[in-house]
């Protein structure tokens, strides 16, 4: 099956632009997940969909960060304004309706570089 | 709240001998707990998971924990590290709340593998 798509791989902006990613989770997955990994730490989430509602965004700077997957299916993840400290790779992850939560699966990521 | 800490951030050894990367966890309740891998460029792979079942869990290409309560410990080994193995390794808990399931990663254990 296909996995967890996500684009662009790799984005460089300057600090105060605005960027987005997207997500294309796998096919029939419910539940969908955004991380940040910044270099030399692990994965930390930002939010979590279930279908298109939000269930958890608690770690979220939501003065610049917003989120949002509409029809349940896709995600895009949108930082406005940026800054240098957003330098990081940004995974998506999906996990399928019927199982425990933790078995997810990751696409191969975003790298962001805010100069 | 869950926490895991990965005691050595870069593990190196020789092919074709035993790999020990070590995990301890932090857990208010009986934990799932989970080694994930990241290759350069690709996505996080699930390597294992233990849930309350088996305390020695088998995983994917040789690799296998042993989940010990009394030490509150999650080490993997594998017995004969091939160069293939070379990568990212990230010890993980399951953090179940009432808003769903986060995963809190460790900052994780390079590992290189030399012939």
């Known amino acids: 099956e296909a996995g967890v798509a996500q684009s662009p791989r790799y984005k460089i902006i300057e600090k105060r632009q605005s960027v987005a990613f997207w997500c294309n989770p796998i096919s029939g997955h419910a539940t969908l997940y955004w991380y940040q990994q910044i270099l030399g730490q692990g994965p930390k989430l930002l939010i979590q969909?279930?279908?298109?509602?939000?269930?958890?965004d608690s770690q979220l700077p939501k003065d610049r960060f917003s989120a949002e997957r509409l029809k349940g299916v896709d995600s895009t993840l949108k930082i406005q304004p940026a800054k240098l400290e957003d330098s990081a790779v940004y995974l998506c992850?999906?996990?399928?309706?019927?199982?425990?939560?933790?078995?997810?699966?990751f696409g191969p990521g975003t790298r962001l570089t805010v100069t | 709240a869950q926490s895991v800490t990965q005691l050595d951030s870069h593990v190196s050894v020789s092919e074709g001998t035993p790999v020990l990367l070590r995990c301890n966890y932090s857990s208010s309740y009986s934990p799932s707990l989970f080694w994930y891998v990241q290759h350069p460029n690709k996505g996080l792979q699930l390597l294992l998971k233990y849930t309350s079942a088996a305390t020695l869990v088998k995983g994917i290409n040789g690799f296998e924990a042993e989940f010990k309560k009394s030490e509150t410990s999650f080490h993997l080994t594998k017995p004969s590290a091939h160069m293939s193995d070379a990568a990212e390794y990230f010890c993980?808990?399951?953090?179940?709340?009432?808003?769903?399931?986060?995963?809190?990663f460790g900052k994780g254990t390079t590992l290189s593998v030399s012939s």
């Open positions: 992850a999906s996990s399928p309706p019927g199982v425990l939560d933790y078995e997810q699966y």
């Open positions: 993980v808990v399951s953090d179940r709340n009432q808003a769903g399931t986060a995963l809190i």
């Open positions: 969909f279930q279908n298109n509602g939000v269930v958890d």
